[in-house]
């Protein structure tokens, strides 16, 4: 299947999964890189059930030349389109004893530079230095999500579960999903596979029950210009 052909599956449903972007050499090279990390930064967030490290590439630049190999590349360019950056970066890793769990919703907000009103953005939420806002519909529209796992996700250990075609409907509030309508499904990605997906897209994961880690790299990629004076938490 080329790749342009995920394109469509990601403008129907909403998402597409693709396997084998990585080899096993190359998910053990990112993931000796991420081993060798330690917690000490403000920025790392770990509890019982998460480690996280948000402002991943800002955080860990050397894992970036191992992620962006020639197939993710080829993703980006065949199944987002010209003109993509990315403008955040997230690892999470989930334990295998996790209790972490996230309900239905969409991914509204965008990390942002600083405060400054600006017609169409709002609300806000900011935390210590870290300012997020929504958007137009509009950008949410035309963003994209690149998942990467660097372990073998299913139901048991907290794959997405999401609602195909939700992400066309505008902000879907979860409360008001109509289940008689809508349908659930379970992304189950290998490891060294890819979940590209839309930020509108009604999407949640459930607790780990089979012991095993899930380790993501989450990024998000968009292609507008900010207002004056606005700009990309990371670009």
Known sequence: MGMHLYNGEVVKNGFA???NI???AEVSAITNILSSVQATNGNYRKTADLFAIRRFFKEVPEVAAPIFNDKLKQVIEECLGCG??????IYF?????SNWFVAYHQDLTISVDKKIEASGYGPWTIKGKHFGVQPPLAVLEDNYTIR??????DASNGALKVIPGSHTKGIYRPETIDWSVEQEVTCAVEAGGVMIMKPLLLHSSGRTVNKQSRRVIHIEFSRTALPAGLGWAEY
């Open 84 to 89: 993509y950056f990315v403008v955040k970066s």
């Open 22 to 24: 990585y080899s096993a």
């Open 17 to 19: 999964i693709i396997n």
């Open 93 to 97: 890793d989930k334990p295998g004893n």
């Open 148 to 153: 990467i796992h660097l372990d073998e996700t």
